[in-house]
Every structure is written in C-alpha cells, then in structure tokens.
C-alpha cells in the first residue's frame, strides 16, 4: 500500500504548527534585524585599510548576494498591487540598492 504523501499542510481543524514562519512581514523584520547588525559589525572592521578589501571582498560580497535574495523573494511576496505592496517595493528596492552602496562606499 502506498504511503500518503506528507505536502506539510496540517489535517483540517488541526492548528498550523508552522504558521509563524510562513509570515513575510515578520521574515522582513528578522531580515532588517540581521542586515543591521551585520553592517553595524562589518563598518567596524573595514576601518583598517590593509585589511578593508579583504573583509569587503570574503565577507560583505557573500552577505550583499544572500540579502538581494531575500529582498526579492520578500518583494515579490508582499509587493501586491495596492498602498502596502508599494510600500514594501520601495523598501526592499531601497534596501538592496542601500546595501551595495554602503559596501562599495565603506
């Protein structure tokens, strides 16, 4: 007998155990969260100039791909058409183009 196929959606009348991680907006939060701890932690040690281009180069690049991601993925999700859906498109558009300006400029 075949086994059911478990697509992660819970059986009706059932609360979703998952319903916190499938929320955009507080995925967005937590995202805002990190990026500004990263930069806050990264404008720290790009103060030396021997070692700024490496830093930049080994850790800022890696992090600003990661974080365009994010940003498009959540700007796809919560950019719908409607006041909040340009909202979010302005935000996360002003954040991926703020993050490589930041890094290039630091």
């Given at each position: 007998m075949p086994h059911p196929v478990d697509d992660g959606a819970p059986e009706a009348g059932q609360p979703d155990p998952l319903a916190r991680f499938r929320d955009w907006r507080g995925f967005l939060l937590a995202a805002l969260a990190v990026n500004g701890l990263f930069v806050w932690g990264m404008l720290g040690q790009v103060g030396d100039p021997a070692t700024a281009t490496w830093h930049k180069a080994?850790?800022?690049?890696?992090?600003?791909?990661?974080?365009?991601?994010?940003?498009y993925v959540v700007l796809l999700k919560l950019g719908q058409p409607g006041a909040w859906g340009l909202f979010y498109k302005l935000l996360c558009g002003g954040l991926i183009i703020g993050n490589w300006l930041l890094m290039l400029s630091a």
């Open positions: 080994l850790v800022w690049l890696p992090f600003n791909c990661l974080a365009t991601v994010v940003y």
